[in-house]
């Protein structure tokens, strides 16, 4: 086959499925609904701060002119 080797066994075997608590292998902690939910919320006003922060000193600048 042109130098191209194929898989080994083990390479071909699929990882372990999801785990008896709910969780896959590789990933022991699961995100929630609500630690997504509130991070989103965080971010959400930290941009929104931002905003008005970028806007307070635009309008500042303005008044310079």
């Not at 042109?2 to 608590?21: F, I, N, T, Y």
């Not at 709910?22 to 959400?44: F, I, K, N, Q, W």
Request: hydrophobic fraction near 45%.
């Amino acid at each position: 086959m042109d130098g191209v080797k194929e898989p080994s066994a083990a390479a071909r075997r699929p990882g372990p499925g999801p785990q008896s608590d709910g969780t896959s292998a590789g990933h022991p902690t699961r995100v929630t609904c609500l630690e997504r939910c509130l991070v989103a919320d965080l971010l959400y006003a930290v941009l929104l701060i931002g905003v008005f922060v970028v806007l307070a000193l635009t309008l500042r600048g303005l008044e310079k002119l």
